[in-house]
């Protein structure tokens, strides 16, 4: 048995592709291989990708520009999370290490960005007829 993302051959566990708490089985065409450093870094980008998503939704129904400005720099953030976790677990680095390595060891990834909440009584002005 070995990580079918870098190659090790130990300490390998079993991955579900799609997590149980999705709807995902113990069935073997749901899991995979990978060494626990390959685990952990799929379960990191799963969780960015997951907030990638989130943040997505809630700028699509944002109104107030504060907001939307607030959450496209976050959006830019957990981007650059993700490259920063992509560049520092490549395969070929967890092969030679067998370690896994969180994104918070490079300080660009700190950023707090502040996100304004919605007024949930404010109301956005509605569009003005066009007059011909």
């Known amino acids: 048995m070995s990580c079918r993302r870098c190659g090790r051959n130990d300490d390998i566990e079993k991955h579900h592709i799609i997590q149980r708490v999705d709807g995902g089985t113990d069935e073997p065409e749901n899991l995979e291989d990978l060494c626990s450093a390959c685990h952990d870094y799929e379960h990191a980008k799963r969780e960015i990708i997951n907030k990638i998503g989130h943040t997505q939704e809630k700028l699509n129904k944002a109104y107030k520009i504060s907001r939307k400005n607030a959450l496209k720099e976050y959006l830019d953030m957990l981007n650059h999370r993700l490259e920063v976790l992509k ?46």
């Open 87 to 132: 560049s520092l677990n490549a395969p070929e680095q967890i092969r030679l290490t067998g370690k896994y390595t969180t994104y918070w060891v490079v300080e660009t990834t700190h950023d707090i960005i502040p996100i304004p909440p919605e007024n949930k009584y404010y109301k956005p002005p509605m569009e003005q007829p066009k007059l011909l």
